[in-house]
């Protein structure tokens, strides 16, 4: 490989965990607001679906539904119904609007108590689906909020009391994953993100993150081969572009490392994964 590559090459093997992180959190917080929406919406196709991933008892769906309205509005106000409410007897619908709305303050310690006090009612009340999907919502916050060992331990916990099969379930493993990987657990991270893709398939970034995590591992043909299912599910998505280039210039093909890493600049200019794609143009040769 040409000398003039090796700066390229530090930089590809390191990843790009900052672009990632955010479309992790951006993520999370989309699917809080659509299970919020779905609990009281009308019976489209895609709503009831939601809906039937997150059922509310009537009896909880008035107040739980302005609960999350309120704390979408404004965190401070959704905090102090949600306490309000649990003290009226919201049982874990309060401490999961609870979490809701200290995640919308991006206050990761407090969400992750709430959350686990809601798993934990939740079990408590033989509501075992419930309570894994608040022991994963426990997971993403304490991810977000940088500890990795309890975002495992929770996401070990969802896993354990029975998600779905299907996306929900693969989205678990992934962010398990992520946490393995913080926890430098890499070979477990594997796994796990191996168990992602069997469960969402279909899931663009679950391809991208086991392509990152193959890379890292030195595995580039698992690399290639991930980045290329990722490219093919979101060929418009900046951060999956990066990484297509990174992981073309550890394999010796700076031609496709140059066309993802232009891109990225095009798709997504002044993001972080279209301002280190435009850095890494910059030490490339000049085109032939």
Not at 164 to 178: C, I, N, Y
Request: net charge negative.
């Amino acid at each position: 490989m040409p000398m003039i590559l090796a700066p390229l090459l530090l930089l590809a093997t390191q990843g790009y965990d900052p672009e990632i992180e955010a479309v992790m959190r951006n993520r999370q917080k989309a699917k809080a607001r659509a299970a919020a929406e779905a609990s009281s919406a009308p019976a489209s196709p895609d709503a009831a679906a939601s809906a039937r991933a997150l059922p509310v008892p009537p009896r909880f769906a008035a107040s739980f539904q302005t609960c999350l309205d309120t704390a979408s509005a404004s965190p401070d106000q959704g905090i102090a119904f949600a306490e309000k409410w649990r003290i009226e007897g919201g049982s874990f619908y309060a401490r999961h609007c609870l979490g809701f709305a200290y995640a919308q303050a991006e206050r990761w310690t407090p969400a992750v108590v709430a959350f686990e006090q809601g798993a934990q009612e939740a079990e408590h009340g033989n509501e075992n689906a419930q309570s894994a999907r608040l022991w994963a919502q426990a997971g993403n916050a304490a991810l977000a909020g940088g500890d990795a060992k309890k975002a495992r331990d929770d996401f070990d916990a969802a896993l354990a009391h029975g998600l779905p099969d299907g996306v929900e379930k693969g989205e678990a493993f992934l962010d398990r994953g992520r946490a393995l990987v913080a926890l430098g657990d890499m070979a477990a991270a594997r796994e796990s993100i191996d168990n992602a893709l069997d469960q969402a398939p279909q899931d663009p970034l679950a391809w991208l993150l086991s392509a990152t995590l193959a890379r890292r591992m030195g595995d580039l043909g698992v690399a290639q081969s991930h980045i290329a299912q990722a490219v093919r599910r979101s060929p418009d998505d900046a951060s999956v572009a990066l990484e297509e280039g990174n992981i073309a210039i550890l394999t010796d093909h700076a031609d496709v490392a140059r066309s993802a890493w232009q891109r990225a600049v095009k798709l997504a200019p002044t993001s972080p994964a279209g301002r280190a794609a435009a850095d890494n143009l910059t030490r490339l040769p000049p085109a032939p």
